[in-house]
């Protein structure tokens, strides 16, 4: 792995660990192993970097997403896999979802970076929406609202419940509302 490769990596990490503000270019410069001024070689400014990841974390993100919809054979089973998304971060990585992090940190971040913040979000409804449509003419999913709407209330649901999961030190938080979203669309 090259520097700048190392560098998103620690970054990531950091950020996804500590938050936006929860690290320095000491910190990275220490675990990458390399002086802080060279960190400047690869990103000018934090603000770089953290963009530059955030649009790495969403890409990775959305490859996840692109890898669920061909490998699951039905929406139930696709929305079951993303959910598992969340719970492997927390409970397999010990880490919060990068951009709730970031977005937890929203005024402290350049206009670049909340964009990205932005798009994750976005990127994820409108995944989440078509699931929702396509489960629903399928006859598979029953649901309370649009699914639109649907995908917006179980996307904050989500990530909510990584960031109060990981805050008490209680994993089940996240499987209870795992199994509160499964169990409220699903057909019965």
Not at 87 to 105: F, G, N, Q
Not at 129 to 148: K, R
Request: aromatic share 8%; charged share 30%; hydrophobic share 40%.
């Amino acid at each position: 792995m090259d520097t700048r490769s190392k560098l998103l990596a620690s970054a990531r990490d950091q950020i996804q660990r500590k938050g936006y503000n929860g690290f320095s270019y000491a910190d990275l410069a220490d675990e990458v192993g390399i002086r802080k001024a060279s960190i400047h070689h690869h990103f000018s400014t934090k603000a770089d970097l953290g963009r530059e990841v955030a649009i790495q974390y969403r890409q990775d993100f959305m490859a996840a997403l692109r890898s669920i919809e061909s490998g699951k054979s039905n929406s139930f089973k696709k929305l079951e896999a993303y959910i598992q998304l969340f719970r492997h971060t927390l409970e397999k990585d010990h880490k919060v979802c990068l951009c709730i992090m970031l977005a937890a940190e929203h005024e402290a971040l350049s206009d670049k970076i909340k964009n990205e913040v932005k798009a994750f979000f976005k990127e994820n409804e409108v995944w989440l929406a078509q699931l929702f449509f396509e489960g629903q003419s399928e006859g598979e999913f029953t649901l309370m609202s649009t699914p639109a709407e649907t995908a917006k209330l179980v996307l904050s649901a989500l990530e909510g419940a990584m960031l109060i999961a990981e805050s008490m030190d209680d994993l089940t938080r996240l499987e209870s509302i795992s199994q509160w979203i499964l169990s409220s669309v699903k057909k019965t």
